[in-house]
Protein backbone atom coordinates (compact mmCIF):
# COMPACT_ATOMS: atom_id res chain seq x y z
CA UNK A 1 0.00 0.00 0.00
CA UNK A 2 3.15 2.11 0.56
CA UNK A 3 3.60 2.44 -3.39
CA UNK A 4 0.14 1.77 -4.26
CA UNK A 5 -1.45 4.84 -2.85
CA UNK A 6 0.82 7.68 -3.56
CA UNK A 7 2.39 7.54 -7.00
CA UNK A 8 4.25 10.61 -8.94
CA UNK A 9 6.11 11.12 -11.87
CA UNK A 10 7.70 14.34 -13.05
CA UNK A 11 10.02 15.10 -15.83
CA UNK A 12 11.74 18.25 -16.01
CA UNK A 13 14.73 20.29 -16.01
CA UNK A 14 16.97 21.15 -12.49
CA UNK A 15 16.61 24.43 -11.75
CA UNK A 16 19.56 24.59 -8.96
CA UNK A 17 22.43 22.71 -7.27
CA UNK A 18 21.21 19.86 -5.03
CA UNK A 19 21.48 21.31 -0.81
CA UNK A 20 21.67 19.20 2.15
CA UNK A 21 18.11 19.04 4.19
CA UNK A 22 18.54 16.57 6.34
CA UNK A 23 20.01 13.53 7.48
CA UNK A 24 18.22 9.95 8.47
CA UNK A 25 20.41 7.28 10.57
CA UNK A 26 22.95 8.46 8.99
CA UNK A 27 21.75 8.43 5.14
CA UNK A 28 21.70 12.39 3.90
CA UNK A 29 18.81 13.54 1.73
CA UNK A 30 19.25 16.86 -0.46
CA UNK A 31 16.87 19.37 -1.79
CA UNK A 32 16.48 20.75 -5.22
CA UNK A 33 13.80 22.34 -7.48
CA UNK A 34 12.80 20.86 -10.81
CA UNK A 35 10.89 22.85 -13.28
CA UNK A 36 7.91 20.98 -14.83
CA UNK A 37 6.19 22.20 -18.13
CA UNK A 38 2.47 22.28 -18.53
CA UNK A 39 0.52 22.02 -21.85
CA UNK A 40 -0.70 25.49 -21.64
CA UNK A 41 3.14 26.76 -22.02
CA UNK A 42 3.55 27.89 -18.32
CA UNK A 43 5.89 25.41 -15.81
CA UNK A 44 5.76 24.45 -12.24
CA UNK A 45 9.21 25.01 -9.88
CA UNK A 46 8.60 21.99 -7.84
CA UNK A 47 10.85 20.90 -4.53
CA UNK A 48 12.53 17.52 -4.53
CA UNK A 49 14.04 15.51 -1.76
CA UNK A 50 16.40 12.98 -3.32
CA UNK A 51 18.31 10.75 -1.05
CA UNK A 52 22.64 10.74 -1.16
CA UNK A 53 22.15 7.15 -2.68
CA UNK A 54 20.59 8.58 -5.61
CA UNK A 55 22.60 11.35 -6.68
CA UNK A 56 25.13 11.24 -9.48
CA UNK A 57 26.79 13.45 -11.58
CA UNK A 58 23.67 13.77 -13.83
CA UNK A 59 21.97 15.64 -10.58
CA UNK A 60 23.02 19.33 -11.21
CA UNK A 61 21.40 22.26 -12.85
CA UNK A 62 20.17 21.95 -16.54
CA UNK A 63 19.93 18.36 -16.72
CA UNK A 64 16.59 16.74 -17.49
CA UNK A 65 15.33 13.89 -15.62
CA UNK A 66 12.60 12.02 -14.62
CA UNK A 67 11.53 11.49 -11.50
CA UNK A 68 9.44 8.36 -10.11
CA UNK A 69 8.51 8.72 -6.00
CA UNK A 70 5.84 9.89 -4.22
CA UNK A 71 4.43 13.08 -2.92
CA UNK A 72 5.30 13.76 1.01
CA UNK A 73 4.25 15.82 3.50
CA UNK A 74 5.80 17.66 6.62
CA UNK A 75 4.98 19.56 8.97
CA UNK A 76 8.00 22.77 9.93
CA UNK A 77 7.85 26.03 11.90
CA UNK A 78 8.53 29.05 10.20
CA UNK A 79 7.62 32.34 11.83
CA UNK A 80 6.46 30.77 15.07
CA UNK A 81 3.80 29.17 13.11
CA UNK A 82 3.75 25.62 12.02
CA UNK A 83 3.04 24.90 8.31
CA UNK A 84 2.57 22.27 6.39
CA UNK A 85 5.08 21.58 3.35
CA UNK A 86 5.27 19.49 0.61
CA UNK A 87 7.99 17.47 -1.42
CA UNK A 88 8.46 14.94 -3.85
CA UNK A 89 10.09 12.20 -2.54
CA UNK A 90 12.80 10.71 -4.98
CA UNK A 91 12.60 6.73 -5.27
CA UNK A 92 14.30 6.40 -8.52
CA UNK A 93 15.88 8.94 -11.39
CA UNK A 94 15.61 8.20 -14.95
CA UNK A 95 16.55 9.72 -18.11
CA UNK A 96 13.50 11.71 -19.49
CA UNK A 97 11.02 10.10 -21.54
CA UNK A 98 9.52 12.21 -24.24
CA UNK A 99 6.13 10.05 -24.34
CA UNK A 100 5.49 10.06 -20.95
CA UNK A 101 3.55 12.99 -19.86
CA UNK A 102 5.88 14.93 -17.16
CA UNK A 103 3.42 15.36 -14.31
CA UNK A 104 1.17 12.88 -12.91
CA UNK A 105 0.18 12.10 -9.51
CA UNK A 106 -2.29 9.31 -8.23
CA UNK A 107 -3.36 9.35 -4.75
CA UNK A 108 -5.59 6.72 -2.59
CA UNK A 109 -6.92 8.57 1.04
CA UNK A 110 -9.09 9.74 3.14
CA UNK A 111 -10.43 13.31 3.65
CA UNK A 112 -9.53 14.77 7.00
CA UNK A 113 -10.76 18.03 6.83
CA UNK A 114 -14.39 19.34 4.92
CA UNK A 115 -14.53 20.12 2.10
CA UNK A 116 -14.43 24.36 1.06
CA UNK A 117 -16.50 25.43 -1.69
CA UNK A 118 -15.78 28.80 -3.18
CA UNK A 119 -16.49 30.52 -6.71
CA UNK A 120 -14.65 33.15 -8.46
CA UNK A 121 -15.42 36.73 -9.66
CA UNK A 122 -15.29 35.12 -12.68
CA UNK A 123 -17.81 32.66 -12.05
CA UNK A 124 -15.05 29.73 -11.72
CA UNK A 125 -16.24 26.81 -9.03
CA UNK A 126 -13.45 25.24 -6.45
CA UNK A 127 -13.13 23.02 -4.10
CA UNK A 128 -10.17 22.82 -1.84
CA UNK A 129 -9.91 19.14 -0.10
CA UNK A 130 -7.45 17.86 2.22
CA UNK A 131 -6.27 14.00 1.48
CA UNK A 132 -4.96 12.05 4.55
CA UNK A 133 -2.65 9.14 2.39
CA UNK A 134 -1.49 6.32 4.68
CA UNK A 135 2.07 5.83 4.66
CA UNK A 136 4.26 2.60 6.02
CA UNK A 137 5.21 2.76 9.49
CA UNK A 138 2.04 4.27 10.75
CA UNK A 139 2.81 7.67 9.41
CA UNK A 140 0.46 9.86 7.14
CA UNK A 141 0.90 12.58 4.04
CA UNK A 142 -1.76 15.39 4.42
CA UNK A 143 -2.14 16.50 0.70
CA UNK A 144 -4.04 19.35 -0.37
CA UNK A 145 -5.97 19.02 -3.51
CA UNK A 146 -7.51 21.54 -5.43
CA UNK A 147 -10.84 20.88 -8.03
CA UNK A 148 -12.61 22.66 -10.73
CA UNK A 149 -16.08 22.81 -12.01
CA UNK A 150 -18.34 19.63 -11.79
CA UNK A 151 -15.54 18.05 -10.43
CA UNK A 152 -15.98 20.68 -7.40
CA UNK A 153 -19.36 20.44 -7.03
CA UNK A 154 -19.19 16.85 -6.41
CA UNK A 155 -16.50 17.13 -3.84
CA UNK A 156 -18.05 19.50 -2.24
CA UNK A 157 -20.58 17.22 -0.72
CA UNK A 158 -18.02 14.71 0.36
CA UNK A 159 -17.54 14.36 3.69
CA UNK A 160 -14.42 13.49 6.41
CA UNK A 161 -13.53 10.14 5.77
CA UNK A 162 -14.85 9.57 3.17
CA UNK A 163 -12.20 7.36 0.70
CA UNK A 164 -11.08 8.62 -2.41
CA UNK A 165 -8.91 7.85 -5.52
CA UNK A 166 -7.62 11.22 -7.18
CA UNK A 167 -5.40 11.53 -10.43
CA UNK A 168 -4.10 14.99 -11.31
CA UNK A 169 -0.99 16.69 -11.38
CA UNK A 170 1.62 17.88 -8.60
CA UNK A 171 1.72 22.23 -9.29
CA UNK A 172 2.90 25.54 -8.09
CA UNK A 173 0.84 28.33 -7.24
CA UNK A 174 2.69 31.74 -6.19
CA UNK A 175 0.21 33.61 -3.61
CA UNK A 176 0.27 37.18 -1.58
CA UNK A 177 -0.11 37.09 1.82
CA UNK A 178 -0.93 40.23 4.35
CA UNK A 179 0.67 39.58 7.53
CA UNK A 180 -0.72 41.20 10.75
CA UNK A 181 0.99 44.60 10.99
CA UNK A 182 -0.20 45.10 6.74
CA UNK A 183 2.93 44.23 5.23
CA UNK A 184 2.11 41.95 1.68
CA UNK A 185 4.71 39.09 1.29
CA UNK A 186 4.94 36.76 -1.50
CA UNK A 187 4.27 33.28 -1.25
CA UNK A 188 4.36 29.74 -2.96
CA UNK A 189 1.42 27.29 -2.31
CA UNK A 190 1.63 23.40 -3.91
CA UNK A 191 -1.14 21.44 -4.49
CA UNK A 192 -2.37 18.81 -6.28
CA UNK A 193 -4.62 19.66 -9.13
CA UNK A 194 -7.17 16.92 -9.66
CA UNK A 195 -8.30 15.92 -13.25
CA UNK A 196 -10.35 12.74 -11.96
CA UNK A 197 -11.89 12.06 -8.42
CA UNK A 198 -13.79 8.66 -7.60
CA UNK A 199 -15.12 7.68 -4.11
CA UNK A 200 -14.84 4.57 -2.76
CA UNK A 201 -16.13 3.13 0.53
CA UNK A 202 -15.41 4.58 3.75
CA UNK A 203 -11.64 4.09 5.60
CA UNK A 204 -10.78 4.81 8.83
CA UNK A 205 -8.56 8.03 9.09
CA UNK A 206 -4.56 7.90 10.08
CA UNK A 207 -3.89 6.96 13.67
CA UNK A 208 -2.23 10.35 13.85
CA UNK A 209 -3.58 12.68 16.48
CA UNK A 210 -6.55 14.64 15.57
CA UNK A 211 -4.62 17.44 17.37
CA UNK A 212 -0.86 17.13 15.76
CA UNK A 213 -3.29 17.21 12.49
CA UNK A 214 -5.18 20.27 12.88
CA UNK A 215 -1.90 21.99 14.10
CA UNK A 216 -0.15 20.54 10.54
CA UNK A 217 -2.53 22.38 8.81
CA UNK A 218 -2.25 25.81 10.35
Given at each position: ???????????????????????????????????????????????????????????????????????????????????????????????????????????????????????????????????????????????????????????????????????????SREYQKQLP??????????????????????????????????????
Amino acid sequence: MDTENNQLTLCGVIENTPVLDHEVFGENFYRLDIRVPRLSGASDLLPVTVSERLMNSQVTPGVRITIHGQLRSYNKVLGGAGRLLLTAFAQRLLPPDDDENPNTIRLTGAICKPPSFRTTPFGREIADLMLAVNRAFGKSDYIPCIAWGRTARYAASLNVGDKLEVQGRFQSREYQKQLPDGTVINRMAYEVSLSRLTCLKDMPLPVQPILERENALQ
